[in-house]
Every structure is written in structure tokens, then in C-alpha cells.
């Protein structure tokens, strides 16, 4: 009786591992460390020991983590996102009237759940938009009050959409590129980052209940034995 006691307390704590709640995700923000401007620019760095490259335009980039852009954090930090890009204080900025092509972030490694981040996106009296390869989440977004006020960001199906806007938009899966074409805006920023801890996939709940009932009786056909 001991054994078998032994035995379904070992598969209980199994079946309630298998329903445990998902890692929380931790966002990190590139780390962007040179910089080449024009039209199209680049720029590179690391985020969490991954490559990342950013051929597009470029106007001016902030290297050394004195970006003041990024304040207050509110504005980028809610949903699954868990740190402002201030945490970094980098940022690449560019008006979008210098080039028409497509821009792109390529990951060195696959990167999970890739986010981006925007200051001022728009002006208070005309829309800007980046349109996407890939469908964007709203994850944050905030006023801002430089040069004049405006709102979050907001995103319809692929296209992320502001007004002066601010915000966080994240790509749920696994990704080594993003693509995007953007129009034009007098003055806006942006930079990229990625949540680690993603959530693991989950077992329905009648799945993992027949799982359990599979353990007790392979315990029990042993204790029989």
C-alpha cells in the first residue's frame, strides 16, 4: 500500500507538472553598437548574445545608451512586455522621406517573439504606418507629448499605424527576419528587442487528465507485479 501511495503521489506531481503555469517572459531590447547612416543605412548589435542587423533608412542612431526618447516607460511597457526601452537607451531615427524600399531586421540566430518599439510615429495631423511580412500584437502603447500630443500606436492586421504615436507591437513565433516598408514622417524612432521565457506549449485539460490516468495504471500493473 506504501508503494502505491508512493506511486500515484509521483504521478499526481507529474500531471500537475505538465498544467504548471508558463515561464513569464523577460523583454530585453538590442544593445545597437555601430551604425552606418543613409538611404538605405544600416546598423548593427547583440540582443541576449543574438546578432541583429537593420538595413533601412537611418538618419541619426543613439549608440552610447543616452537616449532620451524613451520616457516615460509606461508608454512601452504592458501586455507581455516587462521593460522599457530605456533599460538600453539606444534608438535608430529617420523621417522616411529619404527611401522608399523595404527595411529589415535579420537575426544572426532564430529569435522568439521579436518586438519592436516606436517614438512619435506619425505627426498630430498625419498618419505614418509600417506594413509588415508578418502580423504584429499590440502590446503597449502610451502619449506623447513631443513635438506636440498624440496617442498610442494601433495596429490593423499587418500595418502599425500612429499619430505621434508610442508603443510596442510583438510578433508571437520564431523568426530570423523581419520586413517591413514604412511612410514617410518627419521625425520618429524606433528599436528592437525580443521576450525570453516564452510561454510552453500546454496540454488541454482532458489530454492531460487521460496522461494521468495512463501513469496510475502503469504504477499499479507494476505494483502488481
Do not use: C, H
Not at 4 to 21: D, E, H, P, Q
Amino acid at each position: 500500500m506504501v508503494s502505491l501511495r508512493r506511486a500515484l503521489l509521483v504521478t499526481s506531481l507529474a500531471v500537475a507538472g505538465l498544467n504548471a503555469a508558463p515561464a513569464s517572459a523577460a523583454t530585453i531590447w538590442v544593445d545597437w553598437t555601430a551604425a552606418t547612416p543613409g538611404a538605405p543605412g544600416s546598423a548593427t548589435g547583440v540582443v541576449g548574445g543574438v546578432g541583429v542587423t537593420y538595413i533601412g533608412e537611418l538618419v541619426v542612431p543613439t549608440l552610447d545608451g543616452s537616449s532620451v526618447l524613451w520616457a516615460p516607460d509606461t508608454s512601452w511597457i504592458g501586455g507581455a512586455i516587462t521593460e522599457s526601452p530605456s533599460s538600453v537607451g539606444d534608438d535608430l531615427r529617420m523621417n522616411g522621406f529619404l527611401y522608399s524600399g523595404p527595411s529589415s531586421i535579420t537575426f544572426s540566430s532564430p529569435v522568439v517573439n521579436p518586438v519592436i518599439a516606436f517614438w512619435s510615429l506619425g505627426s498630430p495631423f498625419t498618419e505614418a504606418s509600417f506594413s509588415f511580412n508578418a502580423k504584429p500584437t499590440f502590446e503597449a502603447g502610451g502619449p506623447n507629448t513631443f513635438p506636440l500630443s498624440g496617442g498610442p500606436i494601433t495596429v490593423a492586421g499587418n500595418v502599425v499605424t500612429g499619430m505621434n504615436g508610442n508603443g510596442v507591437v510583438q510578433f508571437y513565433g520564431t523568426y530570423t527576419s523581419l520586413i517591413w516598408t514604412a511612410t514617410p514622417d518627419f521625425f520618429y524612432a524606433f528599436t528592437v528587442g525580443t521576450n525570453r521565457g516564452s510561454p510552453v506549449t500546454v496540454p488541454e485539460p482532458v489530454s492531460t487528465a487521460l496522461f494521468g490516468v495512463g501513469l496510475v495504471g502503469v504504477a499499479w500493473r507494476r505494483i502488481r507485479r
